[in-house]
């Protein structure tokens, strides 16, 4: 799963007051990467206004229930992550 946090304070425009020059990313780049990474899902969310945090749990479950099928071949040195 890749997920972004903290998305209030993308719409308020917070972030960049204190982070000049940065720019986010779109959420057709998140999908890209989501693509490119072979992640599940991709989902933006925010605890603070609660906005996607039910899909996030979601989202989880569903993938642990029914996780994705594998590609059977490994390429050599490719590496996974897991953070819980």
């Known amino acids: 799963m890749l997920l972004v946090f903290q998305l209030f304070l993308l719409e308020q425009n917070l972030f960049f007051l204190d982070h000049p020059g940065a720019a986010p990313i779109t959420t057709v780049q998140g999908e890209e990467l989501r693509k490119l990474i072979g992640a599940p899902v991709y989902i933006e969310c925010s605890s603070k206004t609660q906005q996607n945090v039910k899909a996030v749990f979601d989202a989880a479950i569903k993938v642990v229930l029914q996780p994705p099928k594998q590609n059977k ?11 819980l």
């Open 73 to 83: 071949k490994k390429r050599k040195g490719q590496k996974t992550c897991s953070i």
